[in-house]
C-alpha cells in the first residue's frame, strides 16, 4: 500500500491554513491514528518550516501534542499508555502535556451532557485548548479519518440529523483541524507499520459499550456487506447536503441577520418563506439567544432541539396577526414569543432564578445515567427479563420529558390525549406534572405513570402483537418528583 497519501495529506492541510507544524497541538491518544499524525508531524517538520539553523534549535520550532487521562480506563492500562505517548515524545522531540480528570468527575458531568462519551468529549476538549491557549498555537488537529466520518453519518442518520449533521465531521471547524478526514484507517496503521512503529490500542475501543463501538462492530459490517461502496455514496451525499445547507443558510440569513438578534424575525417574512429557511431562521436566532444567556444556564454546546422549533412553527401556522403578545415556548431559560408581528427570543426572566419548577428535557441517544433537572436521575439499560419498553417499539434518540398541554399517546382506537388518561388513572390534578413522558421522533412512547404508583402506558403498534420483543429496554429512575426510585 502506497503510504505517501498520510503525509500528502497532512502537507496540504498545513499550506491551505498557512501554518506551520510549530503552531499545531496534536491531540495525542496513543491510539494508531493519532500516533501518524503525529508522526508524519515529525516527517514534515524539516521541509514545511524553513527556518535558519539556529531557529530550527531553538524551542520554538518543537512540536507540541496533548494526551489526556479521562480517569474511566484501568489505572494499570493508562500507565502503560502514557508510558507509550512519553517515550513517543522524548523518541522525536515532541513537547508533550498531560493533562487528567478526576475520577469521578466525568461520570458526575455525564449527568448533565447525557452520556459519558459527550462528558469525555466535553472535557478532552476543553482541556486541549486551554493547552492551546497557553502556548499560543493556532490548531488542534486530531486523527480522524474516513471510516470514522462515514460512522458520524451513520449514527447522525438514525439519530435523525438534518441537512448539517448529515454532512459528518469537517476538514476545518474553528480550531479543530482534521486533515486525514479523506484517508481510510488501514492507511494510517499500515503508514505504522512502515515505520516499525507499535499499535497500541484503548481496551474500550473493542467493547461495545459505547454508542460509536456499538455501531463500529455491529451495523457497520454489514452495511459493507450490503453497500459496499457505502463510503462513496456518503461522501456524494455530504457534498449534495452542504450545497443544499449553504443555500438555504444564505436564504435564513436574510430572514434573521445576525444583526437582527434584539428585532427577531418579522412573522410575515416567516410566514412568505419556505419551511426549511424559517426552520434555519428560528435556529440562528435560539443559538444568539442562547449564547446571551448568564453563564452556566446551558451545558456547553447545548443547542435548542428540532421537536422545540417545529412545535413554535405549528404555532406560528396557526397565530392571528401577531400584534397582541403570544407566548411560543419556554425552553432551559429562554423565552420564545409573538408580538407586534415578530418572532422574538430572549432570557426568561421570569422562570430563571426565580425558584419556580421550569420542567425537564433530558435526550438520550444510548443507555446511560442522565441527571434530570438538579436532584433527579435516570438510568436507562437494555433487559431481557420481560419488563419494561420492547426494544422494537421505538427509535433511538428518546427524550424524557414533562407533560406538556395537549400532548397524547396511540392506543388500540386512535389517539388518547394525557390528561384524560392520567385522571382515568386517578392520578391526582396536583399529581400529573410530575409523571414523565418517553418520545421518540414518532412521538410519545410512554407516559410513565408508575412514578405515581400506576402501571405505564405504551404506544400502541398492531404490528407488533404478533411478533416476539428481541428484548427491553429498562429504566431506573430516582428523585423524579420525591426521593424514591422507581423500575420499569
Known sequence: MNNRPVVTALEEFLKLHACSASQLLVAFSGGPDSTALLRALVELRPTVELRSTVEQNSTAERLHACWIDHGIRPADELAAEEAFVRDFARRFGVTLHVRRAERGSLEALAADLGSIEAAARHFRYAALRAVKVAQGLRYILTGHHADDQWETQVMRFFSGSGSAGLQGMREEYGDIGRPFLALRRAQLESYLGEHALPLNHDSTNAQSDYLRNKLRHELMPVIASVFPGYGTSLNALAQKLHDDDQALAGYAAELYPEQGARRGIALSHYRAAPRAVGQRALFAMADAALRALPGGAVSPGQRVPWRLIADIDRKLERAADGRSRLELARWRGLLFFLEEGR??????????????????????????????????????????????????????????????????????????????????LGIALGARDRVPVLEDCSGIVALLASTQGCRDLYRYNADLITRAPPGYLGIDMKGIAEDYATRR
Open 343 to 424: 418572532i422574538c427570543a430572549e432570557h426568561d426572566a421570569e422562570r430563571v432564578g426565580s425558584g419556580e419548577p421550569t420542567g425537564y428535557c433530558a435526550v438520550m441517544d444510548a443507555p446511560g445515567t442522565f441527571r434530570i433537572g438538579k436532584a433527579a436521575f435516570c438510568t436507562v439499560y437494555y433487559s431481557d427479563d420481560g419488563t419494561g419498553l420492547r426494544l422494537d417499539a421505538f427509535s433511538w434518540p428518546l427524550v424524557l420529558r414533562t407533560r406538556k398541554p395537549g400532548d397524547r399517546i396511540r392506543n388500540a382506537v386512535g389517539w388518547k390525549v394525557l390528561d384524560k388518561l392520567l385522571a382515568e
